[in-house]
């Protein structure tokens, strides 16, 4: 069982719709996780990262995580078409990094 | 905050010839620099995990001869590919972080990446 599924897509969603992305995972000891962005031909931007479980909103994002699931979200709302990219996301147990294979998104205009 | 510079972005060069690429943390001191490698439409493939004055750490698979990492201060760490064939065409990217507190505490930090074409 790999570390950090997520789901590679591609997904594509009209304009203005409410995007939801998600991570699933086995290691209970991670800590912080994190939401990249990845432009083509770019490294990967980060977006959000949170500690431990809970929620954060940044503007269009949120950052769900969900320890006792395993599982972690991004949602973003109000998509726009520049929010078309591949979505990686990546967690921690110390100095190990684990990211997710990406999701692409493309929004229609 | 929390930059990492990554240069140069695109590079182009002859087969045989040696690229060296830097990664460079702007405003944080990097204790660890990690080196990826991406092929079109593919999810990062980490090559090696670079220490602060100690050798890298390889993946398996990853040529320590071919791709010599240099991690000589806390702000840089170098890449160079040796005698670099077609093959070895690609998009580099780095990333830098710091174990600890702070913004830059237990996450990477990417750069923009470098697309590699060897002709």
């Known amino acids: 069982q790999k570390e950090v599924e997520q789901d590679p897509g591609p997904l594509s969603v009209p304009e203005g719709a409410i995007v939801s992305l998600n991570c699933t995972y086995s290691?209970?000891?991670?800590?912080?996780f994190m939401w990249y962005r990845q432009y083509s031909r770019k490294g990967p931007e980060l977006l959000m990262y949170?500690?431990?479980?809970g929620n954060k909103e940044d503007g269009r994002f949120t950052a769900q995580v969900d320890k006792s699931s395993k599982y972690i979200s991004l949602f973003i709302r109000d998509s726009q078409p520049s929010d078309s990219a591949t979505y990686l996301c990546?967690?921690?147990?110390?100095?190990?990094?684990?990211f997710g294979t990406g999701t692409s998104l493309t929004v229609i205009p | 905050g929390a930059v990492v510079s990554q240069h140069p972005s695109w590079v182009i060069c002859k087969s045989g010839t040696s690229v060296k690429i830097e990664c460079r943390s702007l405003?944080?001191?990097?204790?660890?620099m990690f080196w990826y490698r991406q092929f079109p439409k593919q999810s990062l493939m980490l090559m090696a995990t670079?220490?602060?004055?100690?050798?890298?750490?390889?993946e398996q698979g990853v040529e320590k001869d071919k791709f010599l990492i240099n991690h000589a201060s806390l702000t840089l760490s170098t890449l160079t590919v040796t005698s670099a064939h077609p093959e070895d065409s690609s998009f580099y990217i780095c990333?830098?972080?710091?174990?600890?507190?702070?913004?830059?505490?237990?996450?990477?930090?990417f750069g923009a990446g470098t697309r590699l074409s060897v002709l």
């Open positions: 405003d944080f001191q990097a204790t660890t």
């Open positions: 949170t500690y431990s479980s």
């Open positions: 990546a967690m921690t147990s110390g100095n190990q990094f684990y």
């Open positions: 990333s830098a972080y710091q174990l600890g507190t702070g913004r830059a505490g237990n996450i990477q930090y």
């Open positions: 670079s220490n602060e004055g100690s050798k890298a750490t390889y």
């Open positions: 290691n209970s000891a991670f800590q912080y």
